[in-house]
């Protein structure tokens, strides 16, 4: 049971890192080209499918990189969906605004309360 939590676990990691690989544009050796047409393993074909066509963020269980994590390698790519989600539409863009700013002050918030970095590394060196 463990060695099977263990490879599923790695198996994650597999596709977080080769998803970096298969998404960038780079062609200019053999390596590159052929990342970037190599076969992808099934769990990573079937994210990556979802994302494309629906913009849905599919999560395994034992996953090592949570969905923040993947967001932020396809928008580093810049690889979006092709369709947004028809529930935007519902949305009033007063209220997604709203929305982002209250996030927005909310992360000020919490950055405000941490301490400086170069404070914490003083403190950890003691």
Not at 19 to 33: A, F, G, I, N, V
Not at 82 to 105: G, H, Y
Request: net charge neutral; charged share 30%.
């Amino acid at each position: 049971l463990f060695n099977d939590g263990a490879a599923r676990r790695f198996a994650r990691i597999r596709d977080f890192i080769i998803l970096h690989y298969c998404l960038t544009r780079r062609r200019d050796s053999e390596l590159w080209r052929h990342v970037s047409s190599m076969e992808l393993p099934e769990t990573l074909a079937f994210r990556m499918e979802l994302w494309r066509r629906y913009g849905v963020l599919h999560e395994y269980d034992e996953e090592g990189f949570d969905a923040t994590s993947w967001l932020a390698i396809h928008a580093g790519m810049d690889h979006w969906p092709e369709r947004n989600d028809p529930v935007f539409a519902e949305i009033a863009p007063e209220r997604a605004l709203a929305a982002l700013d209250q996030r927005r002050k909310a992360i000020e918030a919490s950055v405000a309360r941490m301490p400086q970095h170069h404070h914490m590394l003083l403190k950890m060196l003691g």
